[in-house]
């Protein structure tokens, strides 16, 4: 069968919806809860970390739904302030434990 004409002129093919779309909502800031990556390497200033393993790797105990957590992460700098990024590890303390019963042997196979 056929397609009917469109005798109006218009191709309602193009039609992109509304044109009041309102723009996506902003994103909201992180209440003051989260705890600061900034801190020295060692643990006699604060013994709950943050911890440097080396220039932008650090290790703090962080709290998730209530549950604390050993987070193991790669940092970035933007406009003169270290930033948290997205490459990292976040271990249970069930699965640090672990980590660190295994460590011995990662140690004789890496030759140490």
Do not use: C
């Not at 218009?10 to 990556?37: F, H, L």
């Not at 962080?62 to 933007?78: A, H, P, W």
Request: no cysteine; charged share 35%.
């Amino acid at each position: 069968m056929p397609k009917a004409k469109n005798i109006s002129g218009t191709d309602d093919s193009s039609d992109s919806g509304p044109e009041d779309r309102n723009p996506p909502p902003a994103k909201k800031v992180k209440s003051g809860k989260e705890k600061s990556w900034s801190g020295s390497s060692s643990g006699s200033a604060n013994p709950n970390g943050p911890w440097t393993i080396e220039k932008l790797r650090r290790v703090r105990i962080n709290e998730f739904k209530g549950r604390k957590m050993v987070d193991i992460r790669e940092f970035y700098e933007k406009d003169g302030e270290i930033l948290p990024g997205k490459k990292g590890i976040s271990l249970y303390p069930h699965q640090w434990k672990k980590l660190l019963e295994l460590a011995p042997e990662v140690n004789k196979a890496l030759g140490e």
